[in-house]
C-alpha cells in the first residue's frame, strides 16, 4: 500500500480516511423542501419529501422509507421495515405503523449529508442511495431515492406531464422465500454478523485460541470454502453487504494490508474486539476467513513509564493510552547501529486519538526533549510518510506512521548506535 504525503500531519491524516467520519462528504449540501401530492394507484396522497437538484436544477426526489411503507401497506407494494443489524425490509408482509409516519420535526430547506447504505430486501444486501437529515436536537432522519425504493421492491415511479409523480403497485413483488438466510449473529460474539448464515455458506471449522498473547487475550478464526463464495460473487453477488453489515453493528473498516501470500484483507475494529475479512492460505488451502481478536486492554492514559528495554525513552502506548500491538528487535543493522527495537501502534488507535484532538505529534517529541533527547531531522520513507529523529549521546529515536505486511501502523523506533 503505497501513499504519498508531505509531513507526518498529513499522513496521519490519510489513516482517517479508513475512518468514519462526520465532516461533510462529497454529495452533501443543501436538500430542497419538496412537500407534494404523490398519486399512488390513482389517488394523490402527500408526501413531505426533499429533493437535490442537479447542475440545471432538475430535482431527484427522496422520501421517508416509513412513510412509503405506511401508504403502501394496503396495496399489493406492502412491505415491512424492520432492524437487524442494517435495515430489513420483507416483501408482501403488513407494515406496523409506529406514529412516526407522515411527519417531520422540521421544514423549509435543510443541509444533509450523505447516508448511501446497503438494505437488506428479503435476505439479500440492495445499495441505495440515501440522505440523512438532523433535526434541531441531533436526531437523524434517512430519506432514501423514491426511484431506489421503486426498483428495489417491484412498484413503478414515474412522471407525466399533468400528473407529476405517480405510484403504481401492480405487479408489485411477492413475499419473500422464508427459507431464504436471514442476518443471524456468532454465538461468541452477539454483535457480530454471521457470514455464512448471511450467504448460505456453511461454516467448515472454527478455531479457537483461549491462551492469547501478549496483544490479544482470545482469537477464533471461522473458516468457509472459499470456492463457495467465489461461486457467490460468479452469481452476481457481493461482499459488500457484509462488510456493511459490519459496519451497520458498530465495527468500522479501520485498515486493509495484503499478506506475504498476496491476499488482501480488511480490518474492522470496535473497541477492543478487532475483525479481519478475507482469504487466507491455511494448512496449505486457500480459505476464506473471518479472524475475531479479543484485544489486551489499553493502559490510562497519562502514564509516564518508560521502555524496558530502553529505560530513557517515554514508553508512548503508556503516556498516550494505547495498545501495544507487537515489537521487534534487529541485530543486524548493517553497520549502521548495532541494535534497533521497533514498538508498534495500530492505526485504529492513533485514529482515535486524532479523533480526540490529542496532539501526540508535538507531546511525544516534549516528552522526548523532557529526557535529554534532541530534534535533529526528519526523512520521508519510501512508502510516503514523513518520520521524526531525536537523539542523545549514541542512543536515537524515530517515530512516524509506516506501510507493514499487516497494515499502516504508528512505530516507535530505538536505535543504538
Same mark, same amino acid.
Do not use: C
Given at each position: 500500500?503505497?501513499? /504519498?504525503?508531505?509531513?507526518?500531519?498529513?499522513?496521519?491524516?490519510?489513516?482517517?480516511?479508513?475512518?468514519?467520519?462526520?465532516?461533510?462528504?462529497?454529495?452533501?449540501?443543501?436538500?430542497?423542501?419538496?412537500?407534494?401530492?404523490?398519486?399512488?394507484?390513482?389517488?394523490?396522497?402527500?408526501?413531505?419529501?426533499?429533493?437535490?437538484?442537479?447542475?440545471?436544477?432538475?430535482?431527484?426526489?427522496?422520501?421517508? #422509507?416509513?412513510?412509503?411503507?405506511?401508504?403502501?401497506?394496503?396495496?399489493?407494494?406492502?412491505?415491512?421495515?424492520?432492524?437487524?443489524?442494517?435495515?430489513?425490509?420483507?416483501?408482501?408482509?403488513?407494515?406496523?405503523?409506529?406514529?412516526?409516519?407522515?411527519?417531520?420535526?422540521?421544514?423549509?430547506?435543510?443541509?444533509?449529508?450523505?447516508?448511501?447504505?446497503?438494505?437488506?430486501?428479503?435476505?439479500?444486501?440492495?445499495?441505495?442511495?440515501?440522505?440523512? #437529515?438532523?433535526?434541531?436536537?441531533?436526531?437523524?432522519?434517512?430519506?432514501?431515492?423514491?426511484?431506489?425504493?421503486?426498483?428495489? #421492491?417491484?412498484? /413503478?415511479?414515474?412522471?407525466?406531464?399533468?400528473?407529476?409523480?405517480?405510484?403504481?403497485?401492480?405487479?408489485?413483488?411477492?413475499?419473500?422465500?422464508?427459507?431464504?438466510?436471514?442476518?443471524?449473529?456468532?454465538?461468541?460474539?452477539?454483535?457480530?454478523?454471521?457470514?455464512?448464515?448471511?450467504?448460505?455458506?456453511?461454516?467448515? =471449522?472454527?478455531?479457537?485460541?483461549? =491462551?492469547?498473547?501478549?496483544?490479544?487475550?482470545?482469537?477464533?478464526?471461522?473458516?468457509?470454502?472459499?470456492?463457495?463464495?467465489?461461486?457467490?460473487?460468479?452469481?452476481?453477488?457481493?461482499?459488500?453487504?457484509?462488510?456493511?453489515?459490519?459496519?451497520?453493528?458498530?465495527?468500522?473498516?479501520?485498515?486493509?494490508?495484503?499478506?506475504?501470500?498476496?491476499?488482501?484483507?480488511? +480490518?474492522?475494529?470496535?473497541?477492543?474486539?478487532?475483525?479481519?475479512?478475507?482469504?487466507?492460505?491455511?494448512?496449505?488451502? +486457500?480459505?476464506?476467513?473471518?479472524?475475531?481478536?479479543?484485544?489486551?486492554?489499553?493502559?490510562?492514559?497519562?502514564?509516564?513509564?518508560?521502555?524496558?528495554?530502553?529505560?530513557?525513552?517515554?514508553?508512548?502506548?503508556?503516556?498516550?493510552?494505547?495498545?501495544?500491538?507487537?515489537?521487534?528487535?534487529?541485530?543486524?543493522?548493517?553497520?549502521?547501529?548495532?541494535?534497533?527495537?521497533?514498538?508498534?501502534?495500530?492505526?485504529?488507535?492513533?485514529?482515535?486519538?486524532?479523533?480526540?484532538?490529542?496532539?501526540?505529534?508535538?507531546?511525544?517529541?516534549?516528552?522526548?526533549?523532557?529526557?535529554?533527547?534532541?530534534?535533529?531531522?526528519?526523512?520521508?520513507?519510501?512508502?510516503?510518510?514523513?518520520?521524526?529523529?531525536? =537523539?542523545?549521546?549514541?542512543?536515537?529515536?524515530?517515530?512516524?506512521?509506516?506501510?507493514?505486511?499487516?497494515?499502516? /501502523?504508528?512505530?516507535?523506533?530505538?536505535?543504538?548506535?
Amino acid at each position: 500500500m503505497k501513499k /504519498k504525503a508531505l509531513s507526518l500531519a498529513l499522513s496521519l491524516l490519510m489513516v482517517l480516511s479508513l475512518l468514519p467520519v462526520t465532516a461533510l462528504a462529497a454529495g452533501d449540501g443543501t436538500a430542497f423542501a419538496s412537500t407534494q401530492n404523490v398519486e399512488v394507484d390513482g389517488q394523490p396522497v402527500q408526501f413531505q419529501m426533499y429533493a437535490l437538484k442537479d447542475a440545471n436544477g432538475n430535482p431527484t426526489n427522496y422520501v421517508k #422509507l416509513r412513510d412509503v411503507a405506511h401508504v403502501l401497506n394496503s396495496t399489493p407494494a406492502k412491505f415491512y421495515v424492520g432492524w437487524d443489524g442494517a435495515i430489513t425490509i420483507t416483501t408482501g408482509t403488513a407494515y406496523q405503523d409506529t406514529g412516526s409516519e407522515m411527519t417531520t420535526p422540521y421544514s423549509g430547506d435543510r443541509a444533509y449529508r450523505d447516508g448511501a447504505q446497503t438494505v437488506m430486501v428479503n435476505g439479500a444486501g440492495r445499495q441505495m442511495n440515501a440522505i440523512i #437529515l438532523t433535526d434541531d436536537q441531533g436526531g437523524d432522519y434517512t430519506y432514501f431515492k423514491l426511484r431506489d425504493l421503486g426498483e428495489a #421492491l417491484g412498484f /413503478k415511479v414515474d412522471w407525466a406531464e399533468g400528473r407529476g409523480v405517480f405510484i403504481e403497485t401492480a405487479g408489485a413483488s411477492q413475499p419473500v422465500d422464508p427459507a431464504k438466510p436471514t442476518v443471524t449473529y456468532y454465538q461468541e460474539y452477539p454483535d457480530l454478523p454471521d457470514f455464512g448464515a448471511y450467504y448460505g455458506v456453511p461454516l467448515l =471449522e472454527a478455531f479457537v485460541d483461549d =491462551e492469547g498473547s501478549f496483544d490479544y487475550e482470545k482469537s477464533i478464526i471461522y473458516i468457509y470454502d472459499a470456492d463457495q463464495v467465489e461461486s457467490i460473487l460468479n452469481q452476481g453477488g457481493n461482499l459488500d453487504g457484509y462488510l456493511n453489515l459490519l459496519e451497520a453493528s458498530g465495527y468500522p473498516l479501520t485498515d486493509s494490508f495484503e499478506d506475504s501470500d498476496g491476499f488482501t484483507t480488511l +480490518v474492522f475494529q470496535k473497541e477492543n474486539r478487532q475483525v479481519m475479512v478475507g482469504l487466507s492460505l491455511l494448512s496449505n488451502q +486457500v480459505r476464506f476467513a473471518i479472524y475475531v481478536f479479543e484485544l489486551t486492554a489499553a493502559p490510562p492514559a497519562g502514564t509516564l513509564a518508560y521502555y524496558q528495554d530502553a529505560p530513557d525513552v517515554p514508553d508512548f502506548g503508556a503516556y498516550f493510552g494505547i495498545r501495544l500491538e507487537d515489537s521487534y528487535v534487529d541485530y543486524n543493522g548493517g553497520g549502521l547501529y548495532n541494535k534497533g527495537t521497533a514498538y508498534i501502534y495500530g492505526a485504529y488507535d492513533i485514529g482515535s486519538l486524532l479523533d480526540q484532538g490529542v496532539d501526540f505529534v508535538s507531546g511525544y517529541a516534549s516528552l522526548l526533549e523532557a529526557n535529554g533527547y534532541r530534534y535533529t531531522d526528519n526523512f520521508v520513507s519510501d512508502d510516503g510518510y514523513t518520520t521524526m529523529v531525536f =537523539e542523545k549521546g549514541n542512543r536515537g529515536v524515530m517515530f512516524g506512521l509506516g506501510d507493514m505486511t499487516s497494515g499502516t /501502523k504508528f512505530l516507535v523506533m530505538v536505535i543504538d548506535h
